[in-house]
Structure formats: structure tokens, C-alpha cells
């Protein structure tokens, strides 16, 4: 029986921070190496973090990429690492590559073929696509090494390496962006592939938060019948190790006589590395698989949020948070999210109460910063109100009340949490949900304001969820009780409800969902039983704030499309389908 | 002698408008057909306007524009016309289409074939490659049909068309995006492609603003030789008109023995349409071309500068706007600019002085607002700016004044202009200029809020050039000379000046354009001659306020690389190469 023990460094690099991202590659080779592991894959582009965007545009940053990887080919011995990294050709054009690297020296380099240019990709910006598939040899087992994207298609990379090249194994290389619902499709495509090819397939995923996306993680490993052998962390960088048996697979693929018809597969070529055998320095027991349990939905998603907070905020070099809270439960989920991700010293609340606040909202703000130990300040803003109104009272003459005043109000309080961001270096962390974002009910530089919209992609629904999810685990109301009962209401004038301008965000968010993540017309979404007059108005308020979203921070992505680069419309735009 | 009647309608269509553009597209049908024109053409995507963006991930979206482009087909008789819109085929691939149209007749579609996918563009997002070449004949005369990127390549389409399908006259529909200097280019290019291919070239480019985009039109007709023999309107709408005779060409193609070797073209199929005659219906006595002066840069700027708001303002539906006018060179263009496009009626300029504001600034902002016979408003922010002070006397207290107490007075300014904004229905022109946004030398919410960001892309010292270029059209200081010559203050505090953050804009600019639209490198600077420390600041202050561009309005491009989708740079980013 041919035993070969791969593992998969599931780990959270920093875009641009190439000398940290080398640290961290030649540490988890050294822990590696002590578990006696044959051969140790990281995730695409490990060497710069990803998506490195435009940086791909300086040559300089490329050379120094490949001067990194160079530094970690000489460190390398006694293990087979694939490392993702910028491959550069002589006429200066660029691919998304895996460096085969052993014994100190780089003996391949895979160039990834499919590249994805879609939703938050933008691939073929940078990319080439790559002109051969890489199959090497080791200890009497054979590799195929793709990436990403590669896996994705039944006739894709892998179909080749395994039924041209007659791998055994698939080692791919991810950063495959997270959001709700893709790690089940993602494991189901990966069965898939298993099934389909009868070969191994070991899924290395990028773990850690990078702007607007989330890596999850979850790095998969399935055996030539589609069973998961071992299964990495979620949202937490991981070392996972699984000693398989190739033979066993060999054996069955030879039994199958159509497995070798070679229709339908690219007319690429093949290169074929051969190692030297790597030795273990002494007997290699089975070790035990580690057990990881797949999460539930809203717990994922719960626990996206948390890790996009904590990279965040700790890549770009901050430390404290400041959260303006309302008593309501969008800024209440949000300061909970911060507390679980940064600890209650690194989370400011700051509640600023207005005429129109109610005592109940005031009330609930501060339970909730106390449930939670954090600093909690009240600062209202009644006299700086005043103030503008009395300054402005010859333009406002005459005109009613309208927006204006209620504006005015909200950007009173995004220019107080942003001077105390200012003094004592705080990051804001703005509160709105994506339903207030789609339809423009928020206001722009007021409680837009931020450098970090957390709950930006989930929906008002979900926040709901969110925060029940959250009070069952800590098994109390940890986010009071009457802050998830009452009704919402921005209190920004007399007895002011959303539901004054919105419809109920029970029939608000489908239609959102159909209109933004599905691209459904005005007569699909009619076709699902809304009123007419409601879908009009969603859809008007939607396609009419489209430059208060351009203006908004970044958020984290969970779902399948949210706003920022995952969903390009033009700001002038008169389309209209209703 | 075969004379052919060309015309190019180099219209400004609006993203999205479908039912606004046909009619402008049957307009300018007729005002052709008038003149006895034989072949009309129309821009890129002229349909749907140019870029349409995730608007083409609507199935609906591109079901309308293929019902409009119907509705034009049976309008179109006596003359045929080509038009830029977005074609399908069974799988729902999608492609950057040109309809040939003639006698009511939908006679064939060229798909481009060679898709941008860099800068401000993202075609392969959306569209897949064109499969074959179209040729068509008219009147005895061979054309050949092709898109924008098409052109711009010596072995692209043009070559082949010109090679395999004898095409006498090359029409090319283009929406190219404008910046200084592209004209020079794009002309010398066309003029290599004439020569190269012996061939006419009618080059139609769209006109307009689209967000951050504008397209100068500025459409040019070839002759064989490379002569230019007509020109388009620069930033407006034309119909450029001119007689052709590619008799003469074709003579001369036919003692070229080299010209119709077929090497180096692409594999690609030829497609041939054959038309039948135009008969007119009278003598066509020649048609003088009418003459068109190019602009000199300075002026080109301007004029993009003027459209680009024009057409933000008037496309979204907006058509008073309002400036908060400090005395200062970049508050005072972008009044001028926003007078010379919208007229002086519909510009209201706000002086919101401080303790910190001297009394000359005031002063000159009072007379530039006379000069340009706008409303002027006066807001003193000095009790608003004390109401915030008192009100954060306890988390300011012990604490040194710094640039929290100076966002505070830009971002109540910013609160103001978005008052006045929601109180009358103006749009906030923005005032900062290109090496401010660069290095964050603004303040977020405060000074950079706005719906549209004027002088974004224009680095300071074209924000002097700009200035005495409108000083000198004028013949008079219409911009007093007094603020020309003043030294660049923030007046957020005592005696600021801006060289006591940033380096002279003389030794500034240069190294913003090195690194920021040149991608060069720490050492390339260093060689290019500036103080190490310089370098390392400018750069160090470029990549820290990436976070601040992100949440900025758009801005008008106007040189190679803007901000905006045309520089993705990650917001986390730990690269340093100095």
C-alpha cells in the first residue's frame, strides 16, 4: 500500500505584505515538515494575498513577488510545496500561477487556465490564461495541480490532468470569496469532480478577511467516491493533514474502460515533473483525521462578519472601534459583531440622543452597552442642532420641513463619531443593513458614515436572524428584548416608522433579493405576487441611490452579489422597465 | 468616378435611455437622408449608450435594446445604417454588436472582436468575441465594418477586412473614452491604419458625459493616404458629412502586388453582404467638407471639463447645483466651469468663512461671484463650529487641538451645502482637486462631499493653466488675480498654508503622476531626482488614503489614469516598496 500524506495550509495572508505572507508560508512548512507530510499545498496567490487588484499594474511588485518566492525555494527541503504566486513571461505578460517547489528548487509552475471575470473578478484585467496543465510525480503518485477557477468545470483542467496526464490527485489552489449558501455548492461541485474523474481531489482554500470579501476557508479533501476524508476550519486558518492511499484508487480507475477515452477534453499538453522520492526519517503511523462540523447558515454568516470586522480593522492597522448606537437592532447587531471580533475594550458605544429619541430607544442602548461591558458615552446633539437650524433659518425660511432637517440631524452624528475617530485614532464602524442600502434610506455622510459598513450585504431580515442567533448562544438577552420587538424607526422626526416610506421589510427584501442579486424584471418580480404599486417604488428608490452606494465604506460580502465591484450600474442611468 | 456620400452622427446618447436614444438615432436618420448620405453611422452601443455596465446582466435589458434596434430597422430605408447595440445568440452569450441596416432590412451584424478589458474597461465581464469579419457592398464600394478596440490594432480586424475582404473603406464605431492627449494618438493611429491598408477610414466616436467618463467625439475621416479629409465637433454632437471616392483607392491597391499577401491576418471568416443600389434621387453635387479646428490642450481640457458636468447634471435629472466658494483657486474654477456649462442661473456659490478665514479670501469670493453674476450666500460657521466644540468639551478635554477641530469646520460646511441641497433640489459640486485626493490632503464628509466632483482628475498645476487659460479667453481677471497668486491655504486653522503638510505642487505633481498614472516605482522616482524623504511621504500619504477616494464622488477623468474603476487599488494593502 503507496500511504502519502498531504496537508494544506489554510492560511490568512495580507494583500501586499509579501515579506509577512513568506513568514507565514515558512512557518506552516516547518509544522508541516514535523507532522512528516509528503506534500503541502497553500492557497492561490499565497505569496501576495488575494485579490492583490491593481497592484498587479507595478512591475516592481511582481519582481518582488517572485524574489519572495525565490527567498522561499531555498528554504524549502525534505517536502513538496505548491505555492500560489505572479508568474511573469518574457513579453511581460502575467499569470495566476502555482510554483511547484522541492528540494530548494522551483521544478514547475502551473499557470491557471480558466479565469474568472465576473462578479467581484476581474481575472482577465491582469491575466493570461495558461498554455499546458502540470502533472508531477512523487513517491510513485501522480499530481495534477490546478486552480480555483479550474475546478469549477467538468471539462475543465482537471478532467485533463486526470484522464491526459493520469493524475491520481488534484491538488487545487483557491481563494474562492465566500457568501451564504457557496460552501454546500462548493462541496457538492467538488463530489462532483471526484466522482466523475475517480481521483482525489484536495481543495486548499484562502481563509481571512480582504476588504469587502471574506475567505472561508473550509479546505475540503474527497476521496475517489466523493466522500469528505478531512475538512478544514471555517474562517480560521488551519493545517489540515490526510494520509491517502492513491493505490486504491488506481486500482478502480483501471477497471473502468471508458475512463480513458479522451473526447471533449482542451487540446492543451501535458508537462510532467518527476520528483526524487522524499524519505521519511522514520515510521509515518496513520495520523487521525480531524473532525470539523459544518456550520449552520446563519452561524456562518454570523461568523463571516466577524472575521471581516477583525481583518479589517487589524490589517489596516487599527485597534479601537466606535459604533454610534440608536437603541435599534441594526447598530445593537453591529456593536455585538464588534465586541465578539475585537473584545470589549476595542468597541466604543456612543449613543446621541436627539428630541426625537425616545427614552425607551435611549434606554435599550445602554442595557446593551452594559450587557456587553463597553465604554458607553452619551453625547447629544439637541444644542449643535439648534445651532444649524439658527444658521440656516434665512435659506430655510418659508419652506417646510422636509428631508433637510432630518439630514441634518443624521450628519450632526456621523461629524461627532468621525471627530472622535480623528482624536483617539477610533475606527467608525457605520450600521446600515442592505435593505436600507438598496432603497437609499440612509443618509449619505450621516449614518453612512464610516470606515467600515459591517452589516452592508445582510439584509434587514437576516439581522433579525443575526441577532437571535446571537442571544441563543449566549443563551440570554444579551441584545434586549425590546430592542428586537420594536418597531423600526429611524427617529429622525415625531413617531417616525420605516415602514412611513418603506413597505414591511418582510415584502421589501424578496423584492430587493429578485431585483439586485437575481437581475429579475419589473414583470418577474409582478409574476411573484407583489403589488404593483410596491414593486415600482422599490425598484425607483433602488435605481435613485444608486451615488449614495458609490459613496458608502466597504462592506462585507455575504451574499451572492452584493454592492461595491460585485455590482457595476451606472449612476446615470434612465433604464426603466416598469 | 464612384462617389460614395458617408456620414457619421456622432450623437450623445444616455446610458439606459432606450426610447431617448432611437429617436435621437432616427433623428439624425433624417437629417442624413436630407442630404442624399448613401452610409450613416453610429457609435458604439449607441442603443443602449456607452458603458452600459451591470445593466447588461439584465436579460431584459438586452431584450429591449434588440426590440429598439427593430423598431429602428423598419424606419431605415433609402440609406444604410449602421448602429452599436448589444446582440445575443442562443446561449445568451452576449456581444458588442454593429447592425447593418438597409430598406427596412436587418442585411447582417459584426460582432467585435477585440474586447478592452483594462483601465475604465471591463468588455469581457459581459461580451464574448466576435466569430467572423462582415464586409458589405454598396453602390459598387466594398466596406468593412469593425468596433473601437478593433481598430487600434495594425494586425487586428482593419488588416483583415482590408486583405481578405477587399474592403475599400473601413467603418469603425467607437465610444472612446476621453483623456488628454488621446486625440493626438488616436489620430496618428488612424492615420497609420489608412496608410498601412491603403484603405478610407470614417472613425465615429461617441460624444458625451457618462459618470466619470466623457467621449469627445472629435470623429475623423482618412483618405487612402492618410489624409485627414473630415473632422468632428470636439464634446458635441455632429453630423460629419463627407463624398468619397474609393475608385481611386481601389486603383491604387491594385498596383500594390504585396497588399493582398494573406499572411499574419487572424483565422476568422469573412462574411459578405451585398446591398442593393441607392439611387438618389437627384444630381448630388459634391458636398463641401466643413472645417473643424483641433483644439490645443489646455482648451481640450476645459471643454471636457464643461461637457462632463453638463451632462452629469442634465442626465441625472439635476439642473441647479451649488459651490461652496472659499476664496481659493479650486472652488473658483469649478464656479466657473459649472457657469460656462449651466449657465450663471443655475449655479448658487456659498461663502461659509470661520474665524480661520481671512478677509481677503472672502473678499475674492464675493468678487469672483460677482465677476459670474451668481447667487452668492454667505453662512458664517463660527456658532455651529463653538456648539460642536461645547458639546465635546468632555472627550476633547486635556486633548491637543488637531485635525479633529479641523474636520469638524469642513464637515460642517459639508452638512451645510447637503442642507441647501435637500432643501432646494441642487447638486453639491465638489471642489478638490487631483494631488489633494492623491495624497488625502481633504477631508471626507466634509470638503469632498458632493454628487459630483468636478476637478477630481486635475492635478493643481493644471488648475492654474486651466484658470488663465478661462482669464485669458475672457480677456479680463474674471478669476481675480489676487486668488491666482495667493499661496494655497485650507484656512482650517491659524496661518495653514498647504506647504506646511505637502511639498511645493511643482516638486508634488510630477511624483503623484510617476506613481499614481505611471505605476512607477519608489527607486524610478529617486532616479527621476526628488529628496528620498519627499518620495517616501508623497507615496506613504497616496497609499494611506486609498480608504478616503474610495467614498469620494465621482470625478470627471481627464488624464490617462483617474480614480474611479480606472485605478483598483485595495483599500487593505501593506505593499511598500520604499
Known amino acids: 500500500m503507496r500511504t502519502i500524506r498531504v496537508a494544506m495550509a489554510q492560511i490568512n495572508p495580507v494583500v501586499g505584505d509579501l515579506k509577512g505572507n513568506k513568514e507565514k508560508i515558512l512557518d506552516f512548512v516547518g509544522r508541516a515538515k514535523k507532522l512528516n507530510v509528503d506534500i503541502l499545498t497553500f492557497p492561490e496567490l499565497a505569496i501576495t494575498g488575494y485579490p492583490p487588484e491593481d497592484l498587479l499594474l507595478k512591475p516592481h511588485f511582481v519582481r518582488d513577488n517572485q524574489e519572495i518566492l525565490s527567498e522561499i525555494v531555498k528554504e524549502v527541503n525534505k517536502i513538496a510545496v505548491i505555492i500560489g504566486f ?5 513579453n511581460g505578460d502575467l499569470y495566476n500561477a502555482a510554483a511547484l517547489v522541492h528540494n530548494r528548487e522551483l521544478r514547475g509552475i502551473y499557470r491557471k487556465i480558466l479565469l474568472p471575470n465576473y462578479g467581484v473578478f476581474d481575472e482577465k484585467r491582469y491575466f493570461k490564461s495558461g498554455p499546458h496543465h502540470l502533472i508531477f510525480v512523487l513517491n510513485g503518485t501522480t499530481f495534477g495541480i490546478n486552480i480555483c477557477e479550474d475546478i469549477w468545470f467538468a ?7 486526470v484522464k491526459k496526464g493520469r493524475a491520481e490527485i488534484i491538488l487545487n489552489i483557491s481563494s474562492s470569496p465566500y457568501h451564504a449558501g457557496k460552501g454546500i455548492k462548493r462541496e457538492e461541485m467538488l463530489k462532483e469532480r471526484a466522482v466523475q474523474n475517480k481521483a482525489i481531489i484536495c481543495y486548499n482554500n484562502l481563509v481571512g478577511g480582504q476588504d469587502e470579501l471574506i475567505f472561508d476557508g473550509q479546505g475540503l479533501i474527497f476521496d475517489n467516491k466523493g466522500n469528505v476524508v478531512a475538512r478544514g476550519e471555517a474562517f480560521k486558518e488551519d493545517l489540515i493533514v490526510a494520509d491517502l492511499n492513491p493505490e486504491e484508487v488506481f486500482t478502480e480507475r483501471l477497471t473502468d ?8 477534453i482542451d487540446d492543451l499538453s501535458i508537462k510532467k515533473v518527476v520528483l526524487s522520492e522524499i524519505k521519511s526519517s522514520g515510521p509515518k503511523p496513520l495520523l487521525p483525521v480531524k473532525e ?20 479589517y480593522i487589524g490589517k489596516n492597522g487599527f485597534k479601537k472601534t466606535v459604533i454610534g448606537l440608536s437603541g435599534g ?4 447587531l453591529v456593536a455585538v459583531i464588534a465586541v465578539d471580533a475585537l473584545g470589549r475594550e476595542n468597541v466604543v458605544c456612543v449613543s446621541m440622543p436627539s428630541v426625537y429619541s425616545s427614552t425607551e430607544t435611549q434606554y435599550d442602548a445602554k442595557v446593551l452597552a452594559d450587557n456587553l461591558g463597553v465604554e458607553f458615552i452619551t453625547i447629544p446633539i439637541n444644542d449643535i442642532y439648534k445651532g444649524y437650524i439658527e444658521t440656516l433659518k434665512i435659506q430655510f425660511k418659508g419652506l417646510k420641513e422636509n428631508i433637510a432637517e432630518e439630514n441634518i440631524q443624521a450628519r450632526i452624528r456621523g461629524n461627532i463619531l468621525m471627530a472622535l475617530s480623528n482624536k483617539y485614532g477610533w475606527l467608525v464602524l457605520s450600521t446600515g443593513n442592505k435593505s436600507e442600502m438598496s432603497v437609499g434610506y440612509a443618509t449619505l455622510y450621516g449614518d ?17 436572524e443575526l441577532a437571535n442567533y446571537r442571544n441563543a448562544t449566549q443563551g440570554s438577552y444579551l441584545i434586549p428584548e425590546s430592542i428586537l420587538k420594536r418597531e423600526p424607526s429611524a427617529e429622525l422626526k415625531p413617531d417616525q416608522k420605516d415602514t412611513d416610506t418603506l413597505p414591511p421589510y418582510s415584502v421589501l427584501d424578496p423584492i430587493l433579493e429578485s431585483y439586485i442579486e437575481e437581475d429579475k424584471s419589473f414583470d418577474d418580480i409582478l409574476r411573484m405576487g407583489y403589488e404593483k404599486e410596491i414593486i415600482e417604488k422599490v425598484i425607483s428608490m433602488v435605481d435613485r441611490s444608486e451615488y ?6 466597504p462592506g462585507i460580502k455575504i451574499t451572492p452579489k452584493a454592492f461595491g465591484k460585485d455590482r457595476r450600474i451606472p449612476i446615470t442611468n434612465r433604464y426603466r422597465d416598469y
Chains 1, 2 share one sequence.
Not at 474502460?257 to 471533449?264: G, I, L, M, N, T
Not at 470539523?292 to 481583518?311: C, F, K, P, Q, S
Not at 453612512?448 to 433579525?464: N, S
Request: net charge negative; no cysteine; proline share 4%.
Open 292 to 311: 470539523v462540523r459544518r456550520m449552520g447558515r446563519t452561524e456562518e454568516i454570523y461568523n463571516a462578519l466577524i472575521l471581516g470586522v477583525r481583518d
Open 448 to 464: 453612512m458614515a464610516g470606515g467600515l459598513a459591517v452589516i452592508k450585504d445582510v439584509p434587514k431580515t437576516y439581522v433579525y
Open 155 to 161: 471539462d475543465g483542467p482537471a478532467k485533463a490532468q
Open 329 to 332: 437592532i441594526d447598530s445593537a
Open 257 to 264: 474502460s471508458d475512463f480513458y477515452q479522451e473526447a471533449e
Open 548 to 553: 449614495k452606494r458609490r459613496q458608502s465604506p
Open 86 to 90: 505572479v508568474d511573469s513571461d518574457e
